[in-house]
């Protein structure tokens, strides 16, 4: 019997080869360098800014943002090492469940605020739509890769934008406007990077003009509320201050305001004097309007600092979108850099005045435990894209000397 190699042993060879490569690449380290780097800045700001609000404790916050990061950090190593292809089997499991935890924040969650959006546990609150941005990505990604060959069609755009609409308007139920334009940027984002039509996205932005003007315009004159009094308010005071008594829209945009005149106050390199950062001129400045405490305390400088680790984060979510060595995961890529990019802008947009009001949070930057451990979650993805894309690789390097 011949003892020459089968054409079948050098793949499975190089399968076996991958999976042990898999496991001893290391992480990205332009990517894990912009989250310690954030993380480091989310707990120095909020350490600063929360250090008189609670009496006797002035550590509260920034000990338990600390533990948040600690865990998050924990969980994106462990995802990172999972093979996120099984991810594609579970797909209507993970939809399901969204749906099932945005229904279940909806019904049993904690209001704080006009906002129903936490469940109270034990040790913690859960925020449920802070993770189903995730299983938003990861449901569609898996999703449009099943549709692979009618990905130009309009029958695949309509079906991912309906569902997507069903979490989207869950989530506004609660309400919160700022997790719903993330749902939405999601799916835009994975549709463009899948090869929809320019003329599909043409009709979805005349369809949300048309939404928009319902929803704001022609409703309400017919006494008709879809949006909660505290939605209206918000995008009210944004849109038509000019339009409204001084005094009615100063307290509409108050918050803003006082974020502005906090990044002002901190000019090229911040206040030093504790006392005047503690006093504080945002409310929520740990959490919403957590920027403004940045270019409060550490001004100009620290302010850059912050965007260039964003930037850093974002240009190597890119990079790794076009390493994956699959549809599946380059979907996913997209899916995370969108909801990277819209927080990113409307919260900082939100804080220099350019932006309305909606809630949103400051990836890795803004306190919470949701926040924190869903963005980690997002990294861990990245980074197993990242470590099978350069397994893949390397196994082609080593088929290719056969």
């Known amino acids: 019997m011949s003892s020459a190699l089968s054409p079948l042993q050098p793949s499975q060879e190089t399968a076996q080869e991958t999976r042990r490569t898999s496991f001893s690449l290391p992480l990205d380290p332009l ?161 463009f990077i899948a090869g929809a039509p320019w003329r599909h996205f043409a009709a979805l932005a005349l369809l949300a003009v048309l939404a928009l003007t319902l929803v704001l315009v022609v409703a309400p004159s017919m006494g008709v509320h879809v949006l909660s009094e505290y939605q209206t308010e918000r995008l009210t005071g944004f849109f038509n201050s000019s339009h409204l008594p001084a005094s009615e829209a100063h ?64 240009w190597r979510a890119l990079r790794i979108l076009t390493m994956s060595k699959d549809l599946f995961g380059s979907l996913i890529a997209a899916g995370i850099v969108a909801m990277l990019m819209c927080q990113v802008f409307v919260n900082v947009g939100v804080a220099i005045g350019i932006m309305p009001d909606t809630g949103i949070t400051l990836p890795l930057m803004s306190y919470g435990g949701s926040s924190v451990i869903s963005t980690m979650l997002a990294i861990g993805l990245l980074q197993s894209i990242y470590v099978r894309a350069r397994a893949s690789n390397a196994s082609k390097s080593r088929a290719l000397s056969w």
């Open 251 to 314: 307290k509409l945009r108050y918050q803003q305001e006082q974020s502005k005149l906090a990044i002002g106050a901190g000019r090229q390199t911040g206040l030093h004097d504790a006392r005047a950062v503690a006093a504080g001129y945002v409310p929520f400045d740990e959490s919403d309007f957590v920027f403004a405490s940045v270019g409060e305390q550490h001004g100009f400088v620290g302010a850059a600092l912050v965007l260039s680790l964003f930037a850093l984060l974002i």
């Open 31 to 191: 990517l894990l360098l912009a989250v310690i780097g954030l993380a480091i800045c989310s707990a120095i700001t909020i350490k600063t800014a929360t250090a008189e609000k609670i009496a006797g404790d002035p550590h509260y916050f920034v000990d338990r943002q600390i533990v948040y990061l600690v865990v998050g950090m924990v969980l994106m190593v462990g995802v990172s090492r999972l093979n996120y292809d099984w991810l594609r089997q579970l797909k209507y499991w993970i939809y399901g469940g969204l749906v099932l935890i945005l229904l279940a924040a909806l019904a049993l969650g904690r209001e704080s605020l006009g906002s129903t959006r936490a469940i109270s546990l034990p040790l913690f609150s859960f925020q449920s739509s802070e993770i189903g941005k995730i299983l938003l990505i990861v449901f569609l990604a898996a999703f449009i890769v099943d549709r692979s060959r009618a990905l130009r069609s309009r029958d695949t755009t309509l079906r991912v934008i309906a569902l997507t609409l069903v979490p989207t308007l869950i989530v506004i139920a609660e309400p919160d406007l700022g997790s719903s334009l993330v749902y939405i940027s999601i799916a835009l984002m994975t549709l």
